[in-house]
């Protein structure tokens, strides 16, 4: 059974932080870099970090410097943390496996069969 789980969202105040947290099922998270996504309304998908399964990052120019992947291979888990927030970082959030190359393009959903609910991320000014 496909599981992309993310949660960890809400609302914040600029500056604020948030740690989202995405536990996905065995058959994606051990053979893939993992990435977190996100989609604000009326903008398309845009993959904004990924991790290699060794740990190797990759962020775009949006968030790097604020924002920190990583995964947890024991608890099938991947994670985001996210600091200094500002108002253009509310979108809906979710996690997927991902081409590290990829990162700070816009990717279709049709790209994989699977996606989570996503988590809600809301900064306010």
């Known amino acids: 059974q496909v599981q992309l789980v993310e949660s960890g969202g809400g609302l914040v105040q600029a500056g604020g932080s948030l740690r989202l947290s995405c536990v996905v099922s065995?058959?994606?998270?051990?053979?893939?870099?993992m990435g977190w996504y996100r989609q604000a309304p009326g903008k398309q998908r845009e993959l904004i970090a990924a991790?290699?399964?060794?740990?190797?990052?990759n962020y775009a120019n949006s968030v790097k410097g604020r924002f920190t992947i990583s995964r947890d291979n024991a608890k099938y888990t991947v994670y985001l943390h996210m600091t200094s927030l500002k108002p253009e970082d509310t979108a809906v959030y979710y996690c997927?496996?991902?081409?590290?190359?990829?990162?700070?393009?816009?990717?279709?959903?049709?790209?994989?069969?699977?996606w989570g609910q996503g988590t809600q991320v809301t900064v306010s000014s």
């Open positions: 997927n496996a991902a081409f590290f190359g990829r990162v700070g393009l816009n990717i279709s959903p049709r790209t994989y069969d699977y």
């Open positions: 065995t058959s994606i998270f051990s053979m893939n870099a």
């Open positions: 991790v290699t399964t060794g740990g190797s990052t």
